[in-house]
């Protein structure tokens, strides 16, 4: 296991849900959770994260900010949606205004439905990141090793 995986930081953005996903990650940051006993911290800076959290839809409005932040994370990375809006735009995909889930702007590496999504869905879909997160980032050393 190496540090990238010992110690993620997680960024969470809120696209336009109904913020009932949005208070379950919340919720999953709390003591009652303790999500932060898998090395998990919070942060709001996008060159430190290493796990993109999105909850809700992505509209037209949003579409660029979604894009932007996942542009500023560092490889490696891994995106993981999490409420149905985000997986597949839920009871929102007909509205005039909603493109779809997060996966039609940026690659979505876990997706983890529920209307709203359960703090421990959330952290169980963060520690299949997490498994994910280890294998980009050893395909990115072996890629650099092989380019020396």
């Not at 929102?92 to 493109?99: A, G, M, P, R, S």
Request: proline share 5%.
């Amino acid at each position: 296991m190496s540090s990238v995986s010992k110690s993620p930081w997680v960024i969470h953005y809120d696209g336009s849900s109904c913020n009932g996903c949005d208070i379950e990650v919340l919720a999953a940051l709390t003591p009652l959770y303790d999500v932060e006993r898998f090395g998990i911290i919070n942060t709001g800076n996008p060159k430190h994260a290493d796990i993109f959290l999105v909850t809700g839809s992505v509209n037209e409005q949003n579409i660029d900010v979604v894009k932007e932040i996942y542009d500023q994370m560092v490889e490696p990375k891994v995106v993981v949606a999490c409420g149905i809006c985000a997986c597949s735009a839920g009871i929102f995909h007909d509205c005039y205004n909603i493109i779809g889930g997060v996966d039609k702007a940026i690659p979505v590496d876990v997706y983890v439905p529920g209307c709203a999504v359960r703090p421990e869905a959330i952290i169980d879909g963060v520690v299949q990141g997490l498994g994910i997160l280890e294998e980009k980032s050893k395909a990115l050393a072996a890629s650099k090793k092989k380019g020396e």
